[in-house]
Each structure stands twice: as C-alpha cells, then as structure tokens.
C-alpha cells in the first residue's frame, strides 16, 4: 500500500533529501503535508512538485505569502500556520507516516503527537527524543507507533540489531564519529573559529544547527542519549569511536566476539530509503560504495578535551531527569549565539556548562515539567551569554 506523509521541515536538510527519495518512488509515496518555517519560496516550489493537502508555515504572514502564491499556480493546497498546525497534521488522520526533520526543540511537540496517533515516526528530530525521552519512548510503544531512525549512526545500529525486540547477546553499541571540521587543529586556536570554519564539514553537508554540533561533537553527545532510549542500553555501553571517513556509520558488538556495522556512502537519503521503505530496500539514488577507492578506514578514541562538549551530554545521560533537556535547551541557545557571532567558539561548552550547574537537576515526571526545564535553561543560557564579551 502507498504511504502517505507528512514532512515536518520539508525545506531543510533532510527535508531535500526525503524528497528525492520520495520522488524516486511515485509508486510507494505520495505527500500529506510539508511544513517549512520562514522558506515560504521554497515551500511553496514544493508544493507545486508534490501537491501536498496542507503545507504548513511558521508565521501568519509567510502563510499569506505562500497562500496567494499557490493559488496563482492553480495549486489547491490548504496553507496554514504555527504550532498547532504542525501537530494537527502530524496526528491527521490524512497520514501514517511522518517524518520528523524540524530541528530543535520546536519539532518536540508534534513528533510526540505523531506518536500519541500511533504514526510511523521517521525521526531526525534528535533534540526531540534528547528532551523527553522516556515519556517518547512510553508514548510510542502504548500507542504502537512505530519509530524509526533516520539518523545515520542509528539507523545504522538499528540494521545492525537484531530484530526481535530482545537484545540477546549484544554487549555494546559503538556510535561512530567523523570528528568535524576541527578533529586535528591545534586546540589553542578553537577559541578563533568562525561560524563558515564550523559549518564546514568534512563529509556531511546538513543544517547550520547540526553542523556546529558536528563541530564542538555535542552532536554526537546528543546521539549517545538518542542511542540510550532508542535501544534501551545505558550510557557505559554506548562507545564513541573517531573514524574520519564516515563510511561505517555505527557498529553492534555481540557476546561472541562479532561486531556488526553497517557501511556506505555518506548521504543521508540511504538512511531515509531504508526508513521509509522498510523493511524492503529501495533504491535512494546513493552510488553503490568502492571500498577498494576508500582504500582506507582509520579510528581513534574521542579527545574530551578537546570535545567538552561531548563530555557534558555523558553526564548529562548519567545524571537522568532533566539534565538532558537542559542541555539541550542551553546548547541550542549557545548554537545560536555562535551563529550570530554573540560568542566565541570555545564559549558553547561554557555556556552549557555554566546552564548544568545552574539548575536544579529533578525528574522528568511529565511534558510541562520537561518544557518548564527547557525554558529555565533558556533563560539561564540568556543571562550567561549576556555576561560574555563579543569575540573580536
Ligand atoms: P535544517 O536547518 O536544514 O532544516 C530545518 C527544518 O526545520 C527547516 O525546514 C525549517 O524550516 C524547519 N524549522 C526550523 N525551525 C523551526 C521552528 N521553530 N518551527 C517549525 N519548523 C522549523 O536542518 P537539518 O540539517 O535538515 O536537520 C533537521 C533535523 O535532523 C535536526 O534535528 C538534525 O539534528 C537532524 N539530522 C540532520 C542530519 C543532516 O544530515 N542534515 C543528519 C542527522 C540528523
Ligand atoms: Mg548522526
């Protein structure tokens, strides 16, 4: 049967990429509902492409906009707007897929409400699983929505898992990393790095947002907390392992000795085709992988020092309650600050340092109590930045 979606960040990242895949594949997929924040041009392109019945957009005015816009090309596609139009097109009943690919903490509520409606969830969303964890988890299996990765590594460690809802003999999972633009540069000099220098990755090309986290690896931080509820592992059996690359996008090791990975190239619509098309496999336009050209894969340990970035969200998984929405909420604070060149580089893990140790650390009893943490961290964050000097 045709899946019908919804595309929450249809203009992002992965908003392009899901639409390639989906493009490819007439036949399997057809499109819901695409929302955008402020891209009302772009939107509005893909509107014209995929006829959606409702395209969703962050303001009344964008709405406007793309509304007329659609309606001068004949398009009868209904246009509206804010928060509540975003949940109420992830729980439509006009959809049994939605995925999940606004970035931060924006994207929390509707995914939660894809999964109260018991939706296929193709998360990228990671920032929503960060913050709300358990009750995500909790949501999805009493609703019997289906989640599934589209995040690299764990849609690689879910290929690599077996497939009975147990999780007989694996010892550990082993979350690889590229490193980010700054793997071998002279620590000293990180302070000095602008906002183009870190949203320069070597392998992947993505968001501003998660590029930085790529940067300071609070990316791969949020992921090791991904990881945890994903699969249900605690932290110490979550590794981290540098691997420049990224061909191998993560690892499974198992009781008698076996590790199991998953390879390719690094193109995140191989991700979204086995996601969308599981559990068949279709062709997602990525080129088949040359190992023989790659000649190489090389591995290091993580530099905590280097990377505090990492080390706070281990403590922050560690500590529960909470401490991971706050870190959230601080980082994407501190993310945007660096963005607007408010802070300096080095001054993210400071921020989000400063934020932990603010707060009171409690638990994570309901949705208001996690949303109350994300704004105190907010403010907190705020109040700290507004300490900090402007870097030169
Ligand atoms: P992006 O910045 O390219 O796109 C973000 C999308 O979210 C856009 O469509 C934007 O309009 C929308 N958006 C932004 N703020 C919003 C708000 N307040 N309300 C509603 N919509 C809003 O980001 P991206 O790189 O596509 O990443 C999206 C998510 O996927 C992030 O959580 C990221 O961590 C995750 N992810 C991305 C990649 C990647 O390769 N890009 C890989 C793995 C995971
Ligand atoms: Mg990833």
């Given at each position: 049967?045709?899946?019908?979606?919804?595309?929450?960040?249809?203009?992002?990242?992965?908003?392009?990429?899901?639409?390639?895949?989906?493009?490819?594949?007439?036949?399997?997929?057809?499109?819901?509902?695409?929302?955008?924040?402020?891209?009302?041009?772009?939107?509005?392109?893909?509107?014209?492409?995929?006829?959606?019945?409702?395209?969703?957009?962050?303001?009344?005015?964008?709405?406007?906009?793309?509304?007329?816009?659609?309606?001068?090309?004949?398009?009868?596609?209904?246009?509206?707007?804010?928060?509540?139009?975003?949940?109420?097109?992830?729980?439509?009943?006009?959809?049994?897929?939605?995925?999940?690919?606004?970035?931060?903490?924006?994207?929390?509520?509707?995914?939660?409400?894809?999964?109260?409606?018991?939706?296929?969830?193709?998360?990228?969303?990671?920032?929503?699983?960060?913050?709300?964890?358990?009750?995500?988890?909790?949501?999805?299996?009493?609703?019997?929505?289906?989640?599934?990765?589209?995040?690299?590594?764990?849609?690689?460690?879910?290929?690599?898992?077996?497939?009975?809802?147990?999780?007989?003999?694996?010892?550990?999972?082993?979350?690889?990393?590229?490193?980010?633009?700054?793997?071998?540069?002279?620590?000293?000099?990180?302070v000095d790095v602008t906002p183009?220098?870190?949203?320069?990755?070597?392998?992947?090309?993505?968001?501003?947002?998660?590029?930085?986290?790529?940067?300071?690896?609070?990316?791969?931080?949020?992921?090791?907390?991904?990881?945890?509820?994903?699969?249900?592992?605690?932290?110490?059996?979550?590794?981290?392992?540098?691997?420049?690359?990224?061909?191998?996008?993560?690892?499974?090791?198992?009781?008698?000795?076996?590790?199991?990975?998953?390879?390719?190239?690094?193109?995140?619509?191989?991700?979204?085709?086995?996601?969308?098309?599981?559990?068949?496999?279709?062709?997602?336009?990525?080129?088949?992988?040359?190992?023989?050209?790659?000649?190489?894969?090389?591995?290091?340990?993580?530099?905590?020092?280097?990377?505090?970035?990492?080390?706070?969200?281990?403590?922050?998984?560690?500590?529960?309650?909470?401490?991971?929405?706050?870190?959230?909420?601080?980082?994407?604070v501190a993310?945007e600050a660096f963005l607007n060149r408010r802070i300096g580089f080095m001054a993210i893990?400071q921020t989000?340092?400063?934020?932990?140790?603010?707060?009171?650390?409690?638990?994570?009893?309901?949705?208001?109590?996690?949303?109350?943490?994300?704004?105190?961290?907010?403010?907190?964050?705020h109040?700290i930045i507004d300490s900090l000097p402007v870097p030169a």
């Amino acid at each position: 049967m045709q899946k019908r979606l919804t595309l929450l960040g249809s203009t992002g990242s992965i908003g392009d990429s899901t639409l390639d895949v989906v493009a490819r594949h007439p036949d399997r997929f057809s499109v819901y509902a695409l929302t955008a924040h402020r891209n009302g041009d772009k939107l509005v392109d893909q509107c014209l492409r995929f006829a959606p019945e409702v395209a969703v957009v962050g303001d009344a005015a964008t709405a406007q906009a793309v509304e007329s816009k659609l309606r001068a090309a004949g398009s009868k596609t209904v246009v509206t707007f804010g928060p509540q139009a975003l949940i109420d097109v992830s729980k439509s009943d006009g959809c049994d897929t939605v995925v999940a690919a606004i970035v931060g903490a924006a994207g929390l509520e509707p995914s939660l409400a894809a999964a109260k409606a018991g939706k296929r969830i193709l998360l990228a969303n990671k920032e929503a699983l960060v913050m709300s964890g358990d009750i995500f988890m909790d949501t999805v299996r009493d609703s019997g929505a289906v989640l599934l990765p589209l995040d690299s590594e764990h849609n690689a460690v879910f290929q690599c898992m077996p497939h009975d809802g147990k999780h007989g003999g694996v010892t550990k999972i082993i979350l690889t990393a590229s490193g980010g633009p700054f793997r071998t540069r002279e620590p000293s000099t990180l302070v000095d790095v602008t906002p183009e220098q870190a949203c320069k990755h070597p392998n992947w090309s993505m968001g501003r947002k998660i590029s930085v986290d790529s940067a300071t690896m609070m990316n791969k931080g949020l992921e090791v907390i991904e990881a945890h509820y994903l699969f249900d592992l605690p932290g110490d059996r979550i590794d981290v392992l540098i691997h420049p690359q990224s061909v191998i996008h993560s690892m499974v090791s198992y009781a008698d000795g076996s590790v199991l990975a998953q390879l390719g190239n690094p193109d995140m619509r191989t991700p979204i085709a086995h996601a969308m098309a599981y559990p068949d496999r279709i062709d997602s336009g990525v080129a088949q992988l040359d190992l023989a050209q790659v000649a190489t894969l090389n591995f290091e340990k993580p530099d905590y020092e280097r990377f505090p970035c990492l080390a706070l969200a281990m403590k922050a998984l560690a500590e529960g309650g909470v401490a991971s929405a706050t870190l959230n909420a601080a980082n994407e604070v501190a993310v945007e600050a660096f963005l607007n060149r408010r802070i300096g580089f080095m001054a993210i893990a400071q921020t989000v340092d400063a934020v932990l140790n603010a707060l009171q650390n409690r638990s994570a009893t309901s949705l208001e109590v996690v949303l109350e943490a994300d704004a105190a961290a907010r403010r907190a964050a705020h109040k700290i930045i507004d300490s900090l000097p402007v870097p030169a």
